[in-house]
């Protein structure tokens, strides 16, 4: 039995059935139409990292690829260095959105993302452990990529291998680094014809009408 079935087996051993989910705004169109590999910037709360972590899903129970790797930047062990427990306990904090996520689109409270992670099917890593790695027959989701140093999506970016996509996601204006390597990456992303390059705005905000309205008097205030 190949790798894929094995992996498809789990899911169905578990009862894992993703509900179906339709895109809600102009962006998600686009993002659910798309084939390529997919830079996805733009306001928060727009569901960029839900729809990627959907289509992911979707991706795998169609056996295209085998398994799902989630990339989150090492800069906030800069922040992580002073929390307690080991550097496994430090990065749960981060994988905190994705627990919660699977839940929804699975429909289930069992911790999903904990069994599937358990089960090898994800993988969750900091940048810091990405070098020497060669990522092959995966979806890989390079999640608040805002935060990232150049140095860290290009270490990634050349991680790729053989049958994989990659998703980027991220925001330019809520960088929480004083030099964000981004706006570089995005000039190289741009001009690739492998990557669809998808920017989300003000009306494609379907967190709450409350975040939509936030964001768009902070914005128009010029306050980034």
């Known amino acids: 039995m190949g790798r894929r079935n094995q992996k498809r087996d789990v899911l169905s051993a578990l009862n894992f059935y993703l509900k179906e989910i339709e895109p809600l705004t102009t962006a998600q169109v686009k993002v659910f139409d798309s084939y390529k590999h997919l830079m996805l910037h733009g306001c928060a709360g727009t569901g960029k990292t839900f729809i990627s972590l959907y289509l992911a899903l979707d991706d795998l129970q169609k056996e295209e690829f085998s398994r799902i790797v989630l990339v989150r930047s090492a800069v906030p062990t800069r922040e992580m260095g002073f929390l307690p427990g080991t550097e496994d306990e430090k990065s749960k904090v981060y994988e905190a959105p994705y627990v919660n996520i699977m839940q929804e689109l699975f429909s ?6 904990g069994q599937l992670k358990q089960k090898g099917v994800i993988n969750f890593l900091t940048t810091s452990y990405i070098r020497g790695t060669t990522f092959n027959d995966s979806v890989i989701i390079v999640d608040e990529c805002q935060n990232m140093t150049f140095h860290e999506l290009d270490s990634i970016i050349t991680r790729v291998g053989k049958n ?7 925001d330019f204006f809520q960088s929480d680094l004083k030099s964000s390597g981004l706006k ?7 001009s690739m014809n492998e990557f669809d390059f998808i920017e989300f705005g003000i009306e494609d905000i379907v967190r709450s009408d409350f975040v939509k309205s936030y964001l768009t008097e902070k914005y128009t205030k010029g306050i980034v």
Request: proline share 5%; aromatic share 16%; net charge positive.
């Open 108 to 113: 289930r409270g069992d911790n999903p993302y």
């Open 164 to 170: 994989c996509r990659i998703i980027f996601c991220g």
């Open 184 to 190: 570089d990456f995005m000039r190289i992303i741009k």
